[in-house]
């Protein structure tokens, strides 16, 4: 986000870039416990989570949230295959020890283990949704975005607010590519526009 200062003619950001980006594993030592910091790229590309195995506590940021899926993708700069390292970063996270979910956003889980088999079930079942709209003849990422519902309630695309049609559309957008990574569809880019099909 931006605005323009008082005595600025150029915008000022409200954010700013981070003083350094983490890589790898971390350990972090605070008063009293231990902290594995641990890298789930994904909803952003420098996402990490934070986990207290001594007190079987994860600290998931935006990783795993309780009642919504998080966005993905959806930053400054593109991120490389965001959905498909989302989804990794998951099963990751799976492989831990279970452990008290304590999110970013929303109440505190009993189960992380629990919060990420929902998560990775429903982006299964979308890439199916998918797949199978583009195999029904709907050939953009907005085509397909049309077919589906969207929330918990179910609503056509088109009742969204703004905001929320461009998230859809772009989580559609990333689901579709990683079809084609899969070769469960084909893409191919024409007049600035991707489009898919089915495979032959």
Do not use: C
Not at 37 to 55: C, E, I, K, S, W
């Amino acid at each position: 986000m931006k605005r323009l200062t008082a005595d600025a003619e150029q915008p000022e950001l409200d954010w700013q870039p981070p003083d350094e980006w983490l890589s790898g594993e971390r350990e972090v030592a605070l008063p009293g416990r231990r902290l594995r910091a641990l890298p789930t790229p994904g909803h952003t590309a420098g996402h990490y989570v934070f986990r207290d195995p001594q007190a079987g506590l994860l600290f998931a940021g935006d990783h795993v949230l309780p009642g919504i899926t998080p966005s993905v993708g959806f930053e400054a700069v593109a991120a490389h295959r965001p959905l498909g390292r989302y989804l990794e970063s998951l099963r990751a996270v799976r492989a831990l020890p279970d452990a008290l979910l304590l999110p970013a956003h929303g109440p505190v889980g009993d189960s992380v283990h629990r919060r990420v088999d929902e998560l990775l079930a429903h982006h299964r079942d979308r890439l199916a949704e998918m797949a199978a709209a583009v195999g029904a003849g709907a050939r953009t990422a907005y085509q397909v975005a049309r077919t589906l519902p969207w929330t918990r309630r179910r609503r056509a695309l088109d009742d969204l607010p703004p905001y929320h049609r461009m998230l859809a559309v772009n989580e559609t957008a990333l689901h579709l590519d990683l079809l084609a990574e899969q070769s469960r569809v084909v893409s191919h880019r024409a007049d600035g526009v991707t489009a898919y099909r089915p495979p032959d």
